[in-house]
């Protein structure tokens, strides 16, 4: 299944989707040296997002967050890909200047279509998103 949306940071990617239901704050929430989720009552604390598609509705928090994406990439920790419900700067800059593709505004929402461990692509030049 195809889903459209908006195009945010350009290239692809596939993997295991990691959903969250909440925003995400890089910034005191990721630990940047292991991509581990270390924010306290998150849904996905003590997950790690190295490698996944990593899906949550925005990010929240500190514009420090932006370097803490380039800081996962740079230590090979990093969400392969991105899906937002809709993004804001913070993780828009951050997945632009670390090179991570990712897509926002799909045409259905992708915490309603997406499970933990489903195998997605994202697009993030053409903006789409592949379940499956």
Partial sequence: MRIGGRAISR????GEALLCGEPISFLGGVDAKTGVVMEKGSPIEGKSVAGKILVFPRGKGSTVGTYVLVQLKRNGVAP???INASSETIVAVGAILAG???VDMLERNPLEVLEDGMKVAVNGTEGFVEIG
């Fill in 11 to 14: 290239g692809s990617a596939s």
């Fill in 80 to 82: 392969a890909g991105i």
């Fill in 100 to 102: 991570i593709p990712m």
